[in-house]
Structures are given as structure tokens and as C-alpha cells.
């Protein structure tokens, strides 16, 4: 995978929506200048850059974050896609084999944009590329070195809370059950725009507010588990028929956002974060409880992290990285 970082600071560059977006949200974009490429990758067409937004005469303008990605065919347009709306241009040709470039009608050539605004230094630094390395977290660790760390720098859950209240996304929630204690929502990931069913991602955010994470789990937690693995695939199976045995239903720890949440994704869909020092099955973990209900309080768990995170630094002044 060819992924990189690039400074564009010498060429800033203005991004061009198709056309000017409707509305507060597509005319921020439309102000987007870029600095810097995060990361990008080749094989995923995907980059993500550090902008600037909101910039005009008399405002310097606030970080963004700006995730371009280029969507996946759908078998639907494919036709339309190489026929006479579609500009042909040969590049080589080679006995049986030759290669073009297609220019599509716009309505075929989409890209989805992502953005974060306004970004906090946290947001941009999660989506520079750095090396990675794997910490070794024993219960104790979590207590004393992961939580205090937790609790003094996580990025906001407002956006969570705006789902469970119903102020943002309502109209996209595929399931919900109201239980306080046993409730959760199922909505589509803002990483999946449900065009297509091969990349489909949801996700699964419990009612109750007092579960960071997976360590927080113990046996009494059976019953909301249980919901989300079962109302979860009923609800996907209804809306997009995709039957169970073909979901990839998991928590990824550490996650970013420490409110309980469970990832849905399709099984031939190489999710990010999907590899197995990030993901761990919801139907491991229900069974792992029903064995031991401490299990997630006790047992050390092996998660990575990137190279500036204060969180290594933490672990390597604790001498446990
Ligand atoms: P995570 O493991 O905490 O973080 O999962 P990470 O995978 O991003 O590192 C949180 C999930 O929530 C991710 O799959 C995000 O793509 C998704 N997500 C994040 N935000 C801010 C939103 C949002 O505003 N709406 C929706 N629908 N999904 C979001």
C-alpha cells in the first residue's frame, strides 16, 4: 500500500466542489485551502488532508480536516459508464491488450468528502500517517496509566449524543431500542455512504452513557450485547438484505470515541481497523463474559497506537512500552 505525507504548503491549492454546495455546510467547503496531505493511500483512493475553512477578508479562517474517497462501482451504472457519455481516450495498445482513460458525466465520476470542522490538533494528527507500535495493556495498566489518560484527552462524544437525542442523523437511524440500560440506535458509519451494499458500514451505540469501552464490560452487560448482535443483524438483514452470516459485527479497541459503539461491516469489505490488534467479535466477547464476567477487567489486551501519541509516551514513562 503506498501511503505518504506531502507537504502542499508551496502550492495551495482551492478545492472546487462540483458546484457550490447548498446550505452553511457546502459553502464551507467550497472555502476549503489546503496545506498539507495527512495521508493518502494508492490502492484505497483515499487522501486525507489538513485545510484551512471559513477564510475570507476579515477571518483567518479554522482547521479541517478533508477526507476525499473515490466511491466504489456500482454494477447498476456500469453500462452507462462505458457507453457514448463517456469519453474514451486510448493509452496503449499491445497485441490483446490496451489500456484507456474514461472521462465520465459528472453524475458517474463522484467522490465522497468527509470533513471534520473545526478540526482540534488531536483530529489532524489521527489521520497523519506514522509508524505504529503494539502496547500490551494489563488491567492494572488500564486503571492506572490508559483511564487517567482517557479521561484527561478523548476527543468529544457530543456527536453521539446528538444521535441518541435525535438532534442530528435521526432521519438515518435504521433501528432503535429505547431501553435506557439495554437500548441502542443502528445507523449507518458516516464512513459509508449506502450506495452500494460491498463497503456497507453501520454502527451500533448503546443508550447508556457510563460504558466507555470494552474494558468496561463485565457479565451484567450480557443483555445489551445480546440485543445489539441480534435486533443488529435482524435490522441489516431487513433493511439491506445481507444475512447475518455475511457481517463483520465487532468493537475496535482502543476506539477513538469512548462511548460503547459496535462496528458493522460488510465481511468482503476490508474495513480500516477491522485487523486483529484493532477488532475483537461481539460474539467472542459475549462469550468470553458468559465464561468469566471479569474477563475484560483482568486480562491484558494488545492494541496499537501511532508514534506521537501521548499514550505511548504515558506506557514508556510507566516503563511498560
Ligand atoms: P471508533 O473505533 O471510536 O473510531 O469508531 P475510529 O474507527 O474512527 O478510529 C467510531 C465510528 O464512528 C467510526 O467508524 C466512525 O467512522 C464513526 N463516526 C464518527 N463520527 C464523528 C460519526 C458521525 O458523526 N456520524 C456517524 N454516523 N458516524 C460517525
Not at 489521520?127 to 505504529?132: I, S, V
Not at 447508556?208 to 435482524?234: A, C, V, Y
Not at 461481539?282 to 494488545?302: A, G, H, M, S
Request: glycine content about 4%.
Amino acid at each position: 500500500m503506498a501511503e505518504k505525507q506531502t507537504d502542499l504548503s508551496p502550492v495551495k491549492k482551492r478545492l472546487r466542489p462540483e458546484k457550490d454546495g447548498e446550505g452553511k455546510a457546502g459553502s464551507l467547503l467550497a472555502t476549503a485551502q489546503l496545506n498539507k496531505v495527512l495521508r493518502e493511500s494508492a490502492r484505497e483512493k483515499i487522501v486525507f488532508v489538513h485545510g484551512k475553512m471559513g477564510k475570507d477578508a476579515d477571518n483567518e479562517g479554522k482547521d479541517a480536516v478533508i477526507i476525499l474517497e473515490k466511491t466504489p462501482f456500482k454494477e447498476s451504472t456500469l453500462s452507462e459508464l462505458l457507453n457514448n457519455h463517456t469519453e474514451l481516450r486510448l493509452q496503449m495498445q499491445n497485441d490483446i491488450y490496451s489500456t484507456y482513460h474514461l472521462y465520465p458525466p459528472p453524475h458517474l465520476s463522484e467522490i465522497k468528502a468527509t470533513v471534520v470542522y473545526p478540526a482540534t490538533e488531536k483530529h489532524i494528527r489521527k489521520y497523519l500517517w506514522q509508524e505504529l507500535y503494539l502496547i500490551h495493556e494489563s488491567g492494572d495498566d488500564y486503571r492506572n496509566i490508559t483511564l487517567p489518560y482517557i479521561e484527561s484527552q478523548s476527543f468529544s462524544i457530543q456527536w453521539v449524543y446528538n444521535i441518541l437525542e435525535k438532534k442530528a442523523e435521526a432521519d438515518r437511524i435504521i433501528h432503535e431500542n429505547p431501553d435506557p440500560e439495554n437500548g441502542f440506535v443502528l445507523i449507518p458509519d458516516f464512513k459509508w455512504d449506502q450506495k452500494q451494499m460491498d463497503d456497507l458500514y453501520l454502527i451500533a451505540i448503546c443508550h447508556r452513557r457510563d460504558l466507555k469501552s470494552l474494558r468496561d464490560l463485565t457479565s451484567d452487560h450480557i443483555p445489551l450485547l445480546k440485543n445489539i448482535l441480534q435486533e443488529g443483524r435482524e435490522a441489516i438483514q431487513r433493511k439491506y438484505n445481507m444475512r447475518e452470516n455475511q457481517l463483520r459485527i465487532y468493537f475496535h479497541y482502543q476506539p477513538s470515541y469512548y462511548h460503547l459503539h459496535v462496528h458493522f461491516t460488510a465481511l468482503s469489505y476490508d474495513a480500516p481497523g477491522c485487523s486483529v490488534e484493532r477488532a475483537h467479535l461481539l460474539c467472542d466477547v459475549i462469550q468470553n463474559l458468559e465464561l468469566d464476567p471479569n474477563y475484560f477487567k483482568n486480562r491484558t489486551l494488545t492494541f496499537v497506537v501511532k508514534a506521537d501519541d501521548l499514550l505511548l509516551q504515558t506506557f514508556k514513562d510507566a516503563r511498560k512500552a
